[in-house]
């Protein structure tokens, strides 16, 4: 019984890696609104609550495409996108607090568990 429990989760994360990368490949081959914005843009929309905005924000910080690499801003952005239901950036924040970027290691989350807000939306 164990065992299947453990194939059970690698397949899921097999799957979702496939998923993730199927969405990489999908924003590089159409290249997201987002991602063509100036900072000045971004910054704007994300001001006015615009997730994508947000998102994208936090991983050019995270980054370090075209603003200074500032992986503690890039924490908070990308958590309010995903706070607002962005997909990429639940995604993305549950990596951050896996990994402990950008945010003290007290909030990290063990691996084999998903980040708070992720689990509150599976359960429902």
Known sequence: MPAE??????????VAALFAFAGLLAGAAYGGAAQDASIEELIAAARKHDPEA???????AYEGRG???????????????????????????????????GTSESRRVDGTRPPPRAANRMRK
């Open 54 to 60: 947000e998102y994208e924000l936090g991983m050019r």
């Open 67 to 101: 603003v200074p690499h500032n992986a503690r801003q890039a924490y908070q952005l990308v958590e309010r996108a995903a706070g607002r239901g962005h997909l990429e950036a639940q995604n993305t924040l549950g990596y951050f607090l896996q990994h402990g970027i």
């Open 5 to 14: 429990k453990s194939l059970e989760r690698c397949i899921l994360r097999t």
